[in-house]
């Protein structure tokens, strides 16, 4: 059987302000932005990586804002050369950003498709109104100016469509894509032996904020818990990890820290586990909840609109509310029957194949990307 041809592939420019695919520290953006150009590419397109500048300004700095800007005009500059000056059927037919927001908008996209007359399109876009006044206004502005001008914005979740719809100009369509990744090969998980305790695993970073916030309500779920029913393993560093150790130091016989691993060794430890806690809060989506459930681990976060994304269920229960009592009173009921989580783990992965895998991404983008560079072709 012959299998079928490939289709035409059309040049895109692929960007992402905030951090490059090829960028050299692992993370959610970098590993998303990998995910996107792996789809660009199998959905028939040729994509070419615009790496610089990276434009995040966390500070509020409006002379670094300034700066960046000035940057960016002298390289969107160049790239309109540069793409002018190439045979026709070697110019960009489309120019695709990934991740647009008030800290890291667009700064070269709108520029360069506007002059050379291409669509533009942003996946996972965001707007904030209320930052058009304060440290990060001229930001704000340029990344709604972005947004404005974007024909097609790709959502990952509903958590940013209410806004980006209520601003929807005339013309742009707004499409919910649910988050996907790579499915690697299903593990043998090994079996528990009888009356051992559960495994729990946690993979992410330590750095103050929401991460914090989420590490703080997994200690306290833990401290209600039984602490001979379950072990814990964390994965992850940042400028908090004293300060997550100190948290957990209630039950230090029961959990171990291995700190922050390469992408690579990650899975084994997923695969050695029977649950995958990680409580969420503020998460946008995590693509970590679809690694782990990937891995045929199931998962038990805490409710939001990013998780309710990528999580059916708390390991087959509802999702709990994001307090210490409620997790710890989902953690009971599963720690009560630990035999079922090897099924919940095969559910899961199935849910991720059907729903959240490169190809069904593919399947869903194909049809709506390819007729925008094909109007794009010049």
């Given at each position: 059987?012959?299998?079928?041809?490939?289709?035409?592939?059309?040049?895109?420019?692929?960007?992402?302000?905030?951090?490059?695919?090829?960028?050299?520290?692992?993370?959610?953006?970098?590993?998303?932005?990998?995910?996107?150009?792996?789809?660009?590419?199998?959905?028939?397109?040729?994509?070419?990586?615009?790496?610089?500048?990276?434009?995040?300004?966390?500070?509020?700095?409006?002379?670094?804002?300034?700066?960046?800007?000035?940057?960016?005009?002298?390289?969107?500059?160049?790239?309109?050369?540069?793409?002018?000056?190439?045979?026709?059927?070697?110019?960009?037919?489309?120019?695709?950003?990934?991740?647009?927001?008030?800290?890291?908008?667009?700064?070269?996209?709108?520029?360069?498709?506007?002059?050379?007359?291409?669509?533009?399109?942003?996946?996972?876009?965001?707007?904030?109104?209320?930052?058009?006044?304060?440290?990060?206004?001229?930001?704000?502005?340029?990344?709604?100016?972005?947004?404005?001008?974007?024909?097609?914005?790709?959502?990952?979740?509903?958590?940013?469509?209410?806004?980006?719809?209520?601003?929807?100009?005339?013309?742009?369509?707004?499409?919910?894509?649910?988050?996907?990744?790579?499915?690697?090969?299903?593990?043998?998980?090994?079996?528990?032996?009888?009356?051992?305790?559960?495994r729990l695993v946690t993979v992410a970073m330590t750095r103050p904020g929401?991460?914090?916030?989420?590490?703080?309500?997994?200690?306290?779920?833990?401290?209600?818990?039984?602490?001979?029913?379950?072990?814990?393993?964390?994965?992850?560093?940042?400028?908090?990890?004293?300060?997550?150790?100190?948290?957990?130091?209630?039950?230090?016989?029961?959990?171990?820290?291995?700190?922050?691993?390469?992408?690579?060794?990650?899975?084994?430890?997923?695969?050695?586990?029977?649950?995958?806690?990680?409580?969420?809060?503020?998460?946008?989506?995590?693509?970590?909840?679809?690694?782990?459930?990937?891995?045929?681990?199931?998962?038990?976060?805490?409710?939001?609109?990013?998780?309710?994304?990528?999580?059916?269920?708390?390991?087959?229960?509802?999702?709990?509310?994001?307090?210490?009592?409620?997790?710890?009173?989902?953690?009971?009921?599963?720690?009560?029957?630990?035999?079922?989580?090897?099924?919940?783990?095969?559910?899961?992965?199935?849910?991720?194949?059907?729903?959240?895998?490169?190809?069904?991404?593919?399947?869903?983008?194909?049809?709506?990307?390819?007729?925008?560079?094909?109007?794009?072709?010049?």
């Amino acid at each position: 059987m012959t299998a079928p041809a490939r289709p035409s592939a059309f040049p895109v420019v692929f960007h992402a302000p905030l951090k490059p695919p090829d960028h050299p520290t692992p993370s959610g953006d970098r590993t998303v932005a990998r995910l996107f150009l792996q789809v660009l590419d199998r959905i028939g397109f040729m994509p070419w990586l615009a790496r610089e500048p990276r434009t995040r300004d966390g500070q509020g700095d409006a002379q670094a804002q300034a700066r960046l800007i000035e940057r960016a005009e002298r390289e969107a500059a160049r790239l309109i050369d540069h793409f002018r000056d190439l045979p026709s059927l070697g110019r960009p037919r489309l120019w695709f950003t990934y991740h647009v927001y008030y800290k890291a908008p667009d700064l070269i996209g709108p520029v360069v498709s506007r002059a050379l007359g291409i669509p533009y399109v942003i996946a996972e876009a965001s707007r904030s109104p209320k930052r058009l006044h304060g440290p990060w206004a001229r930001f704000a502005a340029l990344a709604e100016a972005a947004i404005d001008q974007a024909r097609l914005v790709l959502c990952p979740t509903q958590r940013d469509f209410p806004a980006l719809a209520a601003a929807k100009p005339p013309g742009q369509r707004l499409l919910l894509v649910p988050p996907f990744l790579g499915l690697p090969p299903a593990p043998d998980r090994p079996p528990r032996a009888e009356g051992d305790p559960v495994r729990l695993v946690t993979v992410a970073m330590t750095r103050p904020g929401a991460k914090m916030d989420s590490y703080r309500l997994l200690a306290e779920a833990l401290g209600r818990i039984d602490p001979a029913t379950w072990t814990l393993t964390v994965i992850g560093g940042g400028e908090a990890e004293v300060e997550t150790h100190r948290l957990f130091q209630p039950f230090r016989e029961q959990v171990r820290f291995l700190g922050a691993l390469p992408p690579d060794e990650i899975p084994p430890h997923l695969a050695e586990a029977d649950l995958f806690v990680w409580p969420g809060l503020d998460e946008a989506f995590g693509m970590v909840y679809l690694e782990a459930q990937a891995q045929s681990l199931p998962v038990l976060a805490c409710d939001g609109p990013g998780v309710r994304a990528v999580v059916a269920s708390a390991a087959g229960h509802p999702l709990p509310a994001p307090t210490p009592e409620a997790f710890a009173g989902t953690l009971g009921q599963i720690l009560a029957t630990p035999d079922t989580l090897r099924g919940l783990g095969r559910d899961a992965r199935e849910r991720i194949a059907r729903n959240h895998s490169l190809d069904a991404a593919a399947e869903q983008l194909a049809p709506v990307l390819r007729p925008l560079a094909e109007g794009g072709r010049r």
